[in-house]
């Protein structure tokens, strides 16, 4: 049996943050129901490129799960939902807040019909301060809470960053953390709770050294110059000769020698603490001087923490990919078929059915009262 198995999770949520944490939910045994617009549903499904009838965002992110399309503004919405709302085990939420208390179902009305609900709110800024109601993503997210000022790139302005880290890791992942904490206090007290997920409280803990630098030496780290956003030639991205790139990272003095090693660098160059621009342009010549596939090869087998830099294409061919069976499962539409969005869920954890399809809007409409 999968641990969420016998769990119904109601679905409120759009776009990527809340959706995602109910997938992860959905791969661990959950029943979960999205609740949509009539008519257009979530905004995702128009998203392109097309995976069946919807976008391939939209079919990722909701494999697994039912649909019910509502107006939650008409007058007999609560009502209707009310029988469903009894039944259910989680909600999450991801309107700005005081939305759902306007409509009627805020964590008052609904734990006063079903109190074992746990019942999850994600936002930006959280339920309360003074940018609760303020609109913004995930980029805004990340300048104001000092993670886009510890990048730089070689104009020493900020980089965009290609993952969405306040999204997945400030809001999707706190989110099911605490909705497993709070079902396990569920069985402890017989009672749910309000969660109150903001994205940009969870954003720190990525920046843990940078605020133990601050915080205890009161050497705040500047864009570029900490070791591991540029300061070292220890951790770098290099370029070689045919305009590949080697991601170097022998932090550890052991790694460090025989990365020296490896790449031939002179010993008056090794003890990069007397002057490592001089040593990270002496590392940047060698590698200059050969191409990705030879770096590859030379690094082989030898402890030095070093990869070329591979397209998103490659990874997905790459034998380590390949052998840990990450893209085994699928999602199917109208006779078509992909690989499934991998997710940190434990295979043991989840369906043995490899196979499954996201839900057309409304199809579950039949569980309203």
């Not at 109910?22 to 392109?48: F, N, W």
């Not at 019910?68 to 008409?74: E, F, P, R």
């Not at 920046?207 to 500047?222: F, H, I, Q, S």
Request: proline share 7%.
């Amino acid at each position: 049996m999968q641990p969420l198995a016998g769990v119904r999770v109601l679905d409120f949520s759009t776009l990527l943050p809340g959706p995602l944490a109910t997938l992860l939910l959905a791969e661990a045994g959950a029943e979960v129901i999205k609740i949509e617009r009539p008519g257009t549903g979530d905004e995702m499904r128009s998203y392109t490129p097309k995976f069946g009838g919807d976008s391939v965002n939209f079919a990722l992110l909701n494999r697994s799960k039912r649909s019910i399309a509502i107006d939650l503004k008409s007058r007999d919405a609560v009502s209707r939902m009310k029988p469903l709302i009894a039944q259910t085990d989680v909600i999450v939420e991801q309107f700005r807040p005081g939305v759902m208390d306007r409509l009627g179902l805020g964590y008052a009305d609904v734990a006063a019909l079903n109190p074992r609900i746990v019942y999850c709110s994600i936002t930006g800024y959280g339920q309360s301060g003074p940018r609760a109601q303020t609109a913004a993503h995930d980029l805004n997210y990340i300048a104001e809470m000092g993670m886009l000022a510890l990048s730089a790139g070689a104009d020493g302005a900020p980089v965009l960053p290609p993952a969405l880290v306040a999204d997945i890791g400030g809001g999707t992942y706190p989110a099911v953390i605490n909705i497993l904490l709070a079902l396990r206090a569920r069985d402890l007290t017989g009672r749910g709770t309000k969660l109150d997920v903001a994205m940009t409280d969870n954003l720190f803990t990525f920046m843990y050294w940078a605020l133990g630098d601050g915080l205890a030496a009161d050497r705040w780290p500047e864009p570029g110059r900490a070791l591991v956003t540029g300061g070292s030639p220890r951790y770098q991205i290099y370029r070689a000769r045919d305009d590949r790139y080697v991601a170097a990272a022998p932090l550890e003095a052991k790694f460090w020698q025989n990365f020296c090693d490896a790449i031939g660098l002179p010993a008056a160059l090794r003890d990069d603490a007397r002057d490592p621009q001089a040593t990270r342009a002496a590392v940047a010549e060698r590698i200059r001087s050969r191409s990705g596939d030879e770096w590859r090869a030379i690094f082989s087998g030898k402890d030095v923490c070093c990869s070329v830099v591979a397209s998103l294409r490659d990874a997905l061919a790459d034998p380590q990919v390949l052998a840990r069976r990450l893209l085994e499962r699928r999602i199917t539409a109208e006779g078509r078929e992909i690989a499934a969005l991998p997710v940190p869920i434990a295979d043991v954890f989840r369906s043995a059915a490899r196979s499954a399809g996201y839900p057309p809007l409304g199809e579950a409409n039949d569980l309203l009262g």
